[in-house]
């Protein structure tokens, strides 16, 4: 016979066992419940098309701006302008990649001038050159439309060289005095986003640019007489940089 303890632990523990089973068929519901629009989710995304949306990014192209030299033999005083003018390549945007947007340009511009004078008449006296105002600018354009793209102008330092006397051969063999000064301009950037502008940079090819330098030498001196030459080469770089859309593909 069954003592009544051992029957009560007997009920108690299969009810339980039943409380826990309800228990953990209820969570069990409710865990599938929950998870039931998640798993449809995973689902469409699983079987949706491939999407990318589209997005802005860029292009750089560097290109070195090749050096350019004027040279001016026996000059006068006062202002002596000097002009050169070539092209670069620049490689164009491929349309392939999307659609451009945008064209930064980025100029650095440097420029060096050598003074070569010798004194033809100063009563046997050394005396100072004055050197001042040479200024140098370079200008970026696009051939195709006549659009500036982007300008730096910059003037080089004065100076006030002391020059010996006289020796009485004009030869430039024996020259009274060699001066050099130097400038680098800070970096210059403009934009275009001009419909001509994007259609000149936009191909498989490459785009052309036109470079021009002008140079302007300025001499002054409290000598009577003299003659100089004088060389200034301009230089830099160019950066072009394309903004642009990527496409948008499913």
């Known amino acids: ?44 995304l699983a079987f949706a098309p491939e999407r990318t949306d589209a997005g802005s990014t860029d292009q750089v192209h560097f ?9 001016m033999n026996f000059g006068a005083p006062g202002s002596n302008p000097q002009a050169a003018t070539f092209d670069i390549q620049v490689p164009q945007f491929d349309p392939a990649l999307g659609t451009l947007t945008g064209v ?9 001038v050598l003074y070569r004078y010798e004194s033809v008449n100063d009563n046997g006296h050394d005396h100072h050159v004055h050197l001042h105002g040479t200024s140098d600018r370079l200008t970026v354009t696009l051939p195709s439309t006549g659009r ?39 970096p210059v950037s403009g934009r275009s986003v001009e419909s001509d502008s994007l259609e000149a940079f936009t191909g498989e090819g490459s785009a052309t640019l036109c470079i021009t330098a002008n140079s302007v030498f300025e001499l002054d001196s409290r000598s009577m007489s003299f003659v100089y ?3 200034i080469t301009t230089g830099g770089a160019l950066q072009v940089r394309y903004q642009y859309d990527l496409p948008q593909s499913e």
């Open 63 to 71: 290109v070195r701006i090749p050096a350019t030299k004027h040279q």
């Open 229 to 231: 030459t004088a060389a």
């Open 148 to 186: 500036t793209l982007i300008s730096s102008f910059g003037v080089l330092p004065s100076a006030s060289p002391l020059a010996p006397a006289a020796d009485g051969n004009l030869d430039f063999s024996d020259i009274a005095l060699s001066h050099r000064m130097g400038m680098s301009q800070e």
């Open 1 to 44: 016979m069954v003592s009544r303890q051992a029957a009560f632990q007997s009920i108690s523990s299969a009810s339980l066992a039943n409380h826990t089973a309800d228990s953990q068929s209820l969570l069990g519901s409710r865990t599938l419940r929950a998870l039931r629009p998640v798993a449809a989710a995973l689902c469409l």
């Open 104 to 112: 930064d340009v980025e100029l650095w511009h440097n420029s060096q």
